[in-house]
Each structure stands twice: as C-alpha cells, then as structure tokens.
C-alpha cells in the first residue's frame, strides 16, 4: 500500500509532504518561491515542502483525500 505522509513544523510555518520514503531523498530544489521539490538519486519527485505555510487554527490540519 502507498503511503503519504504529512509533517506540519508549527514552529517555523513549514508543511512537508512525502509521497515516498522520506530517507531517499537525494536532492532538494527550491522551484519558486517558498516551495521546495524533493527528489530521489533517479530524479523521481518524492516530496515536496511548503515555507511561510500558517494554519488559521494552529491545532488543526484538515486533510481530504479526492479521486478523479
């Protein structure tokens, strides 16, 4: 089974997401402007991770997950 994982750092604003094991990560690229891509050593993107990410409620994350 696939796994996603999501970090949110209250501290410091930054919303991490991981579409693969995290410890694969070869490279990481900043794309725009505080956006990040994650790469493995075969150039797959297997995260990517968001600065300046603020959470109108600091204790709450809501995720939905939607198929097409």
């Known amino acids: 089974m696939d796994s996603l994982k999501i ?3 209250r501290d410091n604003h930054i919303l ?3 579409f693969d094991d995290p410890q694969k990560e070869f490279i990481a ?4 402007e505080e956006l990040l891509v994650m790469q493995d050593s075969g150039g797959k993107t297997i995260g990517i991770e968001r600065m300046n990410f603020v ?14």
């Open 16 to 18: 991490t997401i991981w």
């Open 55 to 68: 959470l109108a409620d600091q204790n709450s994350l809501d995720v939905q997950l939607q198929y097409l």
């Open 7 to 9: 970090f949110y750092d």
């Open 29 to 32: 690229e900043e794309v725009g």
